[in-house]
């Protein structure tokens, strides 16, 4: 079996996370997956398993929901507009992830929003 493409890596990521699967959607990044906030040197979350908790969190929420506005695709990066429910009652997030695969999992992610 080949490994996915970066681009499909992030498309399952997308179907885990809008199923509220969270087992699957933690199987797309890296053990030592790092999420940052655009700008910030530091990482705000750093492992697997604080992704499962900051995300298990998330995923209680029945409302949930991301989709993809607007996609580029550059090699192993991959930049996605996304419009998420559920965050904030009545009101729908714009968010910019760009994601970093690497050997068919996501090693970072960085997230710029409104």
Same mark, same amino acid.
């Given at each position: 079996?080949?490994?996915?493409?970066?681009?499909?890596?992030?498309?399952?990521?997308?179907? @885990?996370?809008?199923?509220?699967?969270?087992?699957?959607?933690?199987?797309?990044?890296?053990?030592?997956?790092?999420? @940052?906030?655009?700008?910030?040197?530091?990482?705000?979350?750093?492992?697997?398993?604080?992704?499962?908790?900051? @995300?298990?969190?998330?995923?209680?929420?029945?409302?949930?929901?991301?989709?993809?506005?607007?996609?580029?695709?550059?090699?192993?990066?991959?930049?996605?507009?996304?419009?998420?429910?559920?965050?904030?009652?009545?009101?729908?997030?714009?968010?910019?992830?760009? @994601?970093?695969?690497?050997?068919?999992?996501?090693?970072?992610?960085?997230?710029?929003?409104?």
């Amino acid at each position: 079996m080949s490994m996915p493409t970066a681009e499909q890596v992030v498309d399952m990521q997308l179907a @885990y996370y809008n199923a509220h699967d969270i087992e699957g959607f933690v199987s797309t990044y890296s053990a030592d997956i790092k999420l @940052y906030n655009q700008g910030e040197a530091q990482p705000f979350l750093t492992g697997q398993e604080a992704l499962r908790e900051r @995300y298990m969190k998330r995923f209680s929420i029945p409302e949930l929901h991301a989709d993809i506005a607007n996609r580029m695709v550059l090699g192993n990066f991959i930049l996605d507009f996304e419009h998420v429910r559920g965050l904030k009652e009545n009101e729908m997030v714009k968010a910019i992830a760009i @994601y970093e695969v690497r050997d068919g999992l996501i090693q970072n992610v960085w997230f710029a929003r409104e």
